[in-house]
């Protein structure tokens, strides 16, 4: 049988990075420059798999004999993506708009095995929050916890008090379904380790 080709995780994201190890994976890690701008009209599904198939395929063009996973998971309230917050103003309107209501977070991950299309598996996560209060999001910022979150939030930290549901995958939403990368990574022959870190 042909040992799987070593994994390389394309991603900045130290959450990622920590929710593979912890599952036991033996990776390595790169990250891929690619324009994360929605496209008009880009629905959230669509613009989450075209960013982790772009990384994957940026990654994997720099690192041959790599297998490489990628994930992007975007927040979508009404079908509109709202992106990461560009200031404290920024991110103030997005708990505002958040408040009170459920939103859609979009995760996909992408593993690229050479040249050829990544193949590709995707979630989609209902959140519903209660009320965020202006001041309650005017301290969350100053935390410093939501700058570089999608949607202006990390549901595993201080945003977790406005969580009322959530109905689908918790993982998705911090990052990545994990579920669903065992699975994908499996099919490559991937498997982790008997004893996770």
Same mark, same amino acid.
């Given at each position: ?114 040249? *050829?299309? %990544? ?8 959140? @519903? +929050? ?5 001041? &309650? #999001? $005017? ?35 911090? *990052?990545? %379904? ?8 499996? @099919? +490559? ?5 008997? &004893? #996770? $870190?």
């Amino acid at each position: 049988m042909t040992e799987p080709r070593p994994l390389l995780l394309a991603s900045r994201s130290p959450r990622r990075r920590t929710m593979l190890a912890e599952l036991g994976f033996d990776f390595s890690v790169g990250s891929a420059d690619i324009d994360e701008t929605p496209l008009p009209g880009e629905g959230g599904d669509a613009f989450a798999a075209r960013m982790a198939r772009g990384k994957a395929l940026a990654v994997a063009a720099d690192c041959p004999g790599h297998l490489v996973l990628s994930a992007d998971t975007d927040v979508a309230l009404d079908g509109r993506i709202l992106g990461k917050p560009r200031d404290r103003d920024h991110a103030i309107a997005m708990l505002a708009a958040l408040s009170d209501r459920t939103h859609h977070v979009h995760s996909a991950v992408a593993v690229a095995d050479g040249g *050829g299309e %990544p193949v590709l598996v995707q979630t989609v996560t209902a959140v @519903r +929050f209660a009320r965020v209060a202006p001041d &309650e #999001a $005017a301290h969350y910022w100053d935390t410093g916890e939501p700058a570089d979150k999608a949607g202006g939030y990390a549901i595993q930290g201080f945003a977790a008090r406005w969580v009322r549901e959530v109905h689908g995958s918790v993982s998705a939403v911090i *990052g990545l %379904p994990l579920v669903e990368t065992v699975e994908l990574l499996a @099919r +490559f022959g991937v498997q982790p380790r008997a &004893e #996770a $870190a």
